[in-house]
């Protein structure tokens, strides 16, 4: 009788270890599965498609690895999910600060063809009041407003495209 | 000797498979992959930024390649999978410091860009106030010097329309002139009594006048100074003629009047005579006298008061009082007697109030009888008094 019990015990044991290693990996995989919506999300530039689509396979294999009761190999695929997430993380944020810099390139380019355009006013203006100056405007120095550069703003104002 | 043959057979057949035992296996492609990206990048700069994931990966490489070798194949690939993972970890968090550098740089070009063009904004409104300002005064100077050529050129022609109508007005002030000189020549008959100068004024008038019509100021003013020159001469000529013809007329009319109200007289003898240039209206009063008596017979008041109103009447004719006898007598005393009755009738007619500087008292006997002196009552009539109108 005391055998039996004792068999019982020691067999109970590691039964309920392994439900318990079970729930663990299955609540990593859906915790896993649900942070891979919300890395999708972030992925504003769809920079990632590759990676998360490959992290998505490796999550299903992870799922397959599990119903077979395969652990080991479980929590080795479970490790190479976290580290592809911590990819695809760096490169989100990696795609958005070259965004950003492709931006404020863009920004920086309209910027730089403003001072040009205002250069270029500078000089017509400065050629029309020289000529208005000396008695009549030139029929060469253009319209007889004076030169204004496309999309100028206001003394001291930034640019349009600044972020 | 057979055995020798199967041996070398089975040899044969054995050593290929011994050999391809014994040979690596293909490299596992994410192996490969993990060896491409290492190339393709520039491992030293993600070293830096990611020191332990870059040793990580080499190290998970290389024991992947051990694996490889050995043919552990799926643990070679399991390990180039981590490989790559940490590897474009490392590449990706490299590509983030050079993007954050990046960015830093642009925001400070940014910075400097922004204030380089805020003070050529600045500059440029300046300028742009600067030329706006210029424009409007060049603009106000060209609208005052347009105003200015304006109202000079308005004020020329007001000029010249005022000298035009000042030229229409002296004009149309000599031509009235000349009209008023021609109507007063035709108070004076000029067209008849000075045909040739009253024409010559008509027709420079006439001509001034189309002249005026024409504009032609001068000319106008010229033929009007001449059309009243000759319209004064005109006057001048035709006046006195004029005058005479109308005195004359003037006399023949009283003259009448002075021989039809004499007439009425009762008691007189009227009758018209010329002498030489005199005109002469002759009322005679017979049997004014009782025989060889100068004074005036009782009853006969009645014509000499006829004939004093009558002489009051027309105070411009001179009178003569002339007394007249029959042929009885020396020749003296008829004269006497004569002499004596016209100044008899003088003196009744001043008593009648007529003014005695136009009366002439003369007596001419029995000279120029009007009636026979052979009978009585030729002689009765020829004693008589005769007053006498002259006029030319």
């Not at chain 2, 290492?38 to 290389?62: C, G, I, M, T, Y």
């Not at chain 2, 300002?133 to 007001?158: F, G, H, P, V």
């Not at chain 2, 019509?213 to 010229?222: H, I, L």
């Not at chain 2, 209206?281 to 009853?299: H, M, N, Q, W, Y």
Request: proline share 4%.
């Amino acid at each position: 009788m005391a055998a039996a019990i004792a068999c019982g015990v020691l067999g109970a044991g590691p039964r309920a270890v392994r439900a318990g290693e079970e729930d663990d990996l299955q609540r990593e995989i859906d915790t896993q599965r649900g942070s891979v919506l919300d890395l999708d999300r972030l992925d504003e530039n769809k920079a990632t498609g590759d990676e998360i689509a490959q992290l998505r396979g490796w999550l299903d294999e992870a799922w397959n690895l599990r119903s077979k009761h395969e652990y080991d190999q479980v929590r080795e695929v479970l490790e190479r999910t976290r580290k592809q997430a911590d990819l695809i993380r760096a490169k989100i944020t990696a795609s958005k600060l070259r965004a950003q810099a492709t931006k404020r390139e863009a920004a920086l380019a309209d910027l730089r063809t403003k001072i040009a355009r205002t250069k270029k006013a500078l000089t017509d203006t400065a050629k029309r009041k020289k000529a208005l100056e000396q008695g009549g405007a030139p029929s060469s120095a253009g319209p007889s407003a004076p030169a204004k550069p496309q999309g100028a703003t206001p003394a001291g104002a930034p640019g349009g495209n600044a972020p | 000797m057979k055995t020798r043959m199967i041996a070398t057979r089975i040899a044969a057949v054995l050593l290929p498979s011994l050999l391809a035992a014994c040979a690596t296996p293909p490299k596992p492609k994410e192996l490969a992959d993990y060896d491409l990206l290492r190339q393709a990048n520039n491992l030293q700069e993600a070293n830096k930024k990611a020191p332990d994931l870059v040793a990580s990966a080499e190290k998970l490489a290389e024991r992947s390649r051990e694996e490889w070798q050995s043919s552990d194949l799926e643990e070679s690939r399991r390990d180039a999978i981590m490989a790559n993972i940490k590897l474009k970890t490392a590449l990706a968090l490299m590509e983030q410091e050079q993007y954050k550098a990046k960015i830093q740089t642009l925001s400070a070009e940014q910075a400097k860009a922004e204030e380089e063009a805020g003070d050529l904004s600045e500059k440029l409104a300046n300028e742009q106030e600067k030329v706006q300002l210029l424009e409007k005064y060049l603009e106000a100077r060209k609208t005052a010097e347009a105003d200015k050529q304006r109202l000079s050129a308005q004020m020329s022609t007001e000029q010249k329309e005022h000298e035009r109508l000042a030229l229409q007005l002296a004009s149309e002030q000599k031509i009235a002139a000349a009209q008023l000189a021609l109507r007063t020549a035709d108070t004076v008959d000029a067209s008849k009594f000075a045909k040739a100068e009253y024409s010559a004024a008509s027709d420079m008038l006439a001509k001034a006048s189309a002249e005026l019509k024409q504009n032609d100021y001068a000319g106008a003013q010229a033929s009007a100074e001449v059309a009243k020159k000759n319209a004064d001469k005109a006057t001048e000529i035709a006046k006195p003629l004029y005058e005479q013809a109308e005195q004359a007329s003037q006399n023949k009319a009283r003259d009448e009047a002075l021989a039809r109200d004499a007439s009425a007289i009762n008691g007189a003898d009227v009758r018209l005579e010329r002498r030489g240039d005199l005109q002469r209206l002759v009322i005679a009063v017979p049997e004014l006298f009782s025989k060889r008596k100068p004074d005036i017979a009782p009853g006969h008041d009645g014509v000499l008061s006829a004939i004093a109103e009558l002489i009051k009447k027309y105070p411009t004719y001179p009178v003569q009082i002339i007394g007249f006898t029959d042929n009885r007598g020396k020749s003296s005393e008829l004269l006497a007697i004569s002499a004596a009755r016209a100044q008899n009738v003088y003196s009744s007619l001043a008593a009648k109030g007529v003014e005695t500087r136009r009366l002439m008292a003369s007596g001419l006997g029995g000279d120029d009888p009007r009636f026979d002196n052979k009978t009585a009552p030729g002689r009765a009539k020829n004693n008589r008094i005769e007053i006498v109108f002259l006029y030319h």
